[in-house]
């Protein structure tokens, strides 16, 4: 699985509007069939960073992806959005999403 996580920094004329400006680049992105998860989160500390986690089935998935046409316009629209240059991380890691985690679990 590819496992990609993504740091945008965001002007904060358009922190509130951000997950509106990338909704059609995620629905896009979550109905490509080599997805495996695409989901935002808000920063609790930086209310202009928005954290994107990523999950391929391959490779071959990723690079679908960067190739799309959604992917393109997606950076388009981001670029007149963003106040820095994403951070990201990107690594091949064992299995084909998320696991349980061992060490908790919810009190009967």
Do not use: C, Y
Not at 27 to 37: D, I
Not at 44 to 49: A, L, Q, R, Y
Not at 82 to 95: F, K, R
């Amino acid at each position: 699985m590819i496992f990609i996580v993504v740091k945008f920094h965001v002007r904060p004329d358009h922190a509130d509007q951000w997950l509106s400006l990338v909704d059609e680049f995620t629905r896009a992105t979550r109905n490509e069939p080599g997805n495996l998860f695409f989901d935002w989160a808000r920063s609790v500390d930086d209310p202009n960073e928005f954290v994107l986690t990523e999950g391929f089935a391959s490779q071959e998935a990723g690079v679908e992806h960067v190739q799309s046409a959604h992917f393109q316009a997606a950076l388009e629209r981001m670029s007149e959005a963003i106040s820095a240059t994403p951070d990201i991380i990107n690594v091949e890691v064992p299995g084909d999403g998320w696991s349980k985690m061992g060490e908790l679990a919810p009190k009967n």
